[in-house]
């Protein structure tokens, strides 16, 4: 499995599914309270991926194999969005 699958397959999941619906909704509320919460969520689920990633040893032998691919891709496209939402809502309210 490449990387773009895993990052496919993680975007699937329902937390990362909340979350996208949440980036979806928070430039419309402009709610700074309400992005910087998506943010510090985002950031949990990331810090999840990452650390089970890291010190779970079957995933980690599944991935030296082959059969999963490196979850890199999704955190960092996850933290541009998560980062493009934050500043965005910056932006519109000081309009």
């Known amino acids: 499995m490449t990387g773009l699958q895993e990052t496919l397959t993680l975007a ?11 980036v979806l909704i928070a430039p419309g509320l ?3 309270w309400f992005s ?8 949990a689920w990331a810090f999840h991926i990452f650390f089970d990633e890291l010190l779970f040893d079957p995933l ?3 991935q030296e194999v082959g059969c999963i691919g490196s979850s ?4 960092i496209l ?3 969005i998560c980062a493009a939402t934050l ?3 910056i932006i519109y309210r000081r309009r």
Do not use: C, D, E, Q
């Open 78 to 80: 996850g933290t541009f």
């Open 12 to 22: 699937m999941t329902t937390p990362s599914l909340i979350l996208g619906y949440g």
């Open 87 to 89: 500043a965005l809502t």
């Open 30 to 32: 402009r709610k700074l």
């Open 72 to 75: 890199l891709t999704y955190l």
């Open 60 to 62: 980690f032998t599944a």
């Open 36 to 43: 910087v919460l998506l943010f510090f969520l985002s950031a």
